[in-house]
T-cell receptor, first 111, second 116 residues
Framework: DAKTTQPPSMDCAEGRAANLPCNHS???????VYWYRQIHSQGPQYIIH???NNETNEMASLIITEDRKSSTLILPHATLRDTAVYYC????????????FGTGTLLAVQP | EAGVAQSPRYKIIEKRQSVAFWCNPI?????LYWYQQILGQGPKLLIQ????????DSQLPKDRFSAERLKGVDSTLKIQPAKLEDSAVYLC??????????????FGPGTRLTVL
């Protein structure tokens, strides 16, 4: 069973920031939060990951709450090409490095 | 850097037939994963290899699915015989080293299987 909860869909205006929430209230201390996205008919694309601290890269920013029970992925200036399903998942690590995906959030960027 | 390669991209078969999918991971990646993604759902891990050894195959339906990675590079996933419920996208992913705690997985484009 997925250990993350995300809204099924969200809309965002082109050029505005897209803020995608994720709840992971049962996260354990050594589990990382990973974000992937999947554009139609493609494989999932890695975006960003983090453990405790906020992270930023060229694609997005990841904000993790202090209690680590939720996080937000921020796309600072959404474009039409950012329309995709966004998955928040936890890395169980250890011997398997397993990712368990939920159903994700379909982000529709509107012109 | 070349990404994960998969073939074929699409396959249509009749139920009870067999099918095989091929994956070539990113060069130098020791760990290879096969996922099944049913329409409307997120990917589900079927099997994970570390070099040519199996790390996790707990979700692989072993009565009909098999996978191998004989030389620790390319991998093949086979279904025999296929059922209607096997219709899905089969994704291959690779990562550098499962021993690394935050080992990012990189996915291929997938093979879309339709079983009629």
């Amino acid at each position: 069973d997925a250990k993350t909860t995300q809204p099924p869909s969200m809309d965002c205006a082109e050029g505005r920031a897209a803020n995608l929430p994720c709840n992971h209230s049962t996260i354990s201390g050594n589990e990382y939060v990973y974000w992937y996205r999947q554009i139609h008919s493609q494989g999932p694309q890695y975006i960003i990951h983090g453990l405790k601290n906020n992270e930023t890269n060229e694609m997005a920013s990841l904000i993790i709450t202090e209690d680590r029970k939720s996080s937000t992925l921020i796309l600072p200036h959404a474009t039409l090409r950012d329309t995709a399903v966004y998955y928040c998942t936890l890395n169980y690590g250890g011997a398997t490095n397993k990712l368990i995906f939920g159903t994700g959030t379909l982000l529709a960027v509107q012109p | 850097e070349a990404g994960v390669a998969q073939s074929p991209r699409y396959k249509i078969i009749e139920k009870r037939q067999s099918v095989a999918f091929w994956c070539n991971p990113i060069s130098g990646h020791a760990t290879l994963y096969w996922y099944q993604q049913i329409l409307g759902q997120g990917p589900k891990l079927l099997i994970q290899f570390q070099n040519n050894g199996v790390v996790d195959d707990s979700q692989l339906p072993k009565d009909r699915f098999s996978a191998e990675r004989l030389k620790g590079v390319d991998s093949t996933l086979k279904i025999q015989p296929a059922k209607l419920e096997d219709s899905a996208v089969y994704l291959c992913a690779s990562s550098f080293d499962v021993e690394v705690r935050t080992d990012t997985q990189y996915f291929g484009p997938g093979t879309r299987l339709t079983v009629l």
